[in-house]
């Protein structure tokens, strides 16, 4: 599985490369740029840096390499006169260069690291120090004067791990100083029975709705706790409040014995769960494993559940592939947009969840269902250029979306890549994963990192 995977990255990669190199996102089927990415229209080769540390682990010496020099030669914020989100740039760009420079000690990823973080930094002079969702890295532009004052906590409430690591191999406190300032802003603002709302006005401190949805700022308050070698206590602490409020407001353990967590509008639950959630079967059980909490067993048979019905959500289309929203009852499935009803785009998250289970647990089926997701990947989303989205997951003739998206090699293969490999590469005592699927070393960790040496 790991040879099959490695193919399928190399697929995705070097169609990539032939075809619109140092561009950020391919259409593998007509064969361009996708000018609709989330990193604008400047090439700034998203699809290069997010490739970088799946390359890596999977011991592709000559792409790592040729993805490097374009990176020293090409790479730059400087001339970027758009708005970009905060979060990617954090998530999905900055965080790949840390990643390979704690992986290698190469100073030209710190150095770019750098570079990205400085141009970011900028958001965060607001009224109250939540940084803005959009920057536009350009300094002196016009652009600034334009930008929304409304920020998701899911976004700036997970920019934490790769902020402090950076300050942690600089030395310098400024970025750390920034997103400890979102904690300590989070912590004393007023929670709506213990949830963190997805939108917050930068500008006023108050939040703009008490829409609340699973969120990676959850996510961040783990990671950040297991990142700092379980020193961050304030971390913890949150954590475990946030959680249990996520279990008193937003689980669902239906009567057919289906577990879910649910959006919540207007303080009534939708009955919907987007795929993008399906992190947080992950969360509960490394969440109860990490911390012990009280009722951890019930954390973990949570997690477990959510897991299974993320699974099933797959097994039960015709591609055995999954939807972009996942309804469990019939006026929520009347809800959905129509686009995201049967639209599945090569996402990581419920990836990730069966390696993570897989390693704490040991139990066989998570290889098995890794197994089905790349057959169907396979089946469905391979055209003879990379790999594309599909519009309609019940549908074995489905048209593609014509997308070849980054978060599918920063993330996805790499998931798979490690769910058939060896505890000890990447071993979950020693890296902690982003938002985005990039690793992050645990402060204290003695790492016993090894990359399998397959055959470039």
């Not at 490097?68 to 400087?78: G, P, T, V």
């Not at 250029?385 to 920063?410: H, K, Y």
Request: charged share 25%; glycine share 6%; net charge neutral.
């Amino acid at each position: 599985m790991r040879l099959k995977i490695k193919e399928m990255m190399l697929h995705a990669w070097r169609n990539y490369a032939l075809v619109v190199w140092g561009t950020n996102e391919f259409r593998p089927i007509s064969r361009r740029v996708h000018a609709g990415s989330d990193f604008g229209t400047y090439k700034l080769g998203a699809s290069i840096v997010e490739s970088l540390d799946t390359l890596h682990v999977m011991g592709l010496v000559k792409e790592v390499k040729r993805s490097r020099d374009w990176i020293e030669k090409s790479f730059s914020l400087d001339r970027v006169d758009e708005a970009l989100s905060v979060f990617e740039l954090t998530s999905r760009l900055l965080a790949p260069m840390l990643t390979l420079y704690s992986l290698t000690g190469d100073l030209l990823y710190k150095d770019k690291a750098i570079h990205i973080a400085d141009k970011i930094v900028p958001a965060f002079d607001t009224a109250t120090g939540i940084p803005r969702r959009l920057v536009v890295p350009k300094q002196g532009s016009t652009l600034t004067r334009y930008l929304d004052d409304v920020s998701r906590v899911s976004e700036f409430g997970a920019l934490h791990l790769e902020f402090f690591y950076l300050s942690e191999i600089t030395g310098s406190s400024v970025y750390k100083d920034r997103v400890e300032g979102i904690r300590q802003r989070l912590a004393t603002v007023n929670k709506p029975n213990g949830l963190y709302p997805n939108a917050f006005c930068t500008k006023y401190g108050k939040w703009e709705n008490h829409n609340c949805s699973m969120n990676r700022f959850y996510d961040c308050l783990l990671k950040s706790y297991m990142q700092s070698g379980k020193a961050d206590l304030q971390s913890s602490d949150l954590f475990k409040d946030a959680l249990l409020a996520v279990v008193q407001n937003l689980v669902v353990i239906s009567p057919k014995d289906i577990t879910y967590v649910s959006d919540m509008s207007n303080s009534i639950l939708t009955h919907r769960m987007k795929q993008s959630d399906c992190f947080a079967g992950a969360l509960f059980v490394l969440g109860a494993a990490a911390t012990l909490m009280k009722h951890w067993e019930k954390y973990a048979q949570i997690g477990v559940g959510i897991v299974d019905t993320c699974h099933d959500r797959f097994w039960e289309s015709s591609t055995r592939l999954g939807p972009e929203v996942f309804a469990f009852t019939e006026e929520a499935q009347k809800n959905i947009e129509p686009l995201q009803r049967n639209f599945y785009m090569l996402r990581p998250e419920v990836v990730e969840s069966y390696l993570v289970l897989w390693r704490l647990t040991h139990d066989p089926k998570y290889r098995i269902w890794g197994r089905e997701i790349v057959m169907a990947i396979e089946q469905y989303c391979r055209t003879p250029n990379g790999f594309t989205g599909i519009m309609d997951v019940n549908n074995r003739s489905a048209e593609p979306d014509d997308v070849q998206r980054t978060f599918f090699l920063g993330a996805t293969l790499k998931y798979l890549f490690l769910l058939f490999s060896d505890d000890d590469v990447i071993p979950l005592e020693e890296w902690v994963f982003n938002s985005a699927g990039h690793f992050l070393p645990i402060k204290g960790a003695n790492s016993k990192y090894r990359q399998y040496n397959l055959t470039n």
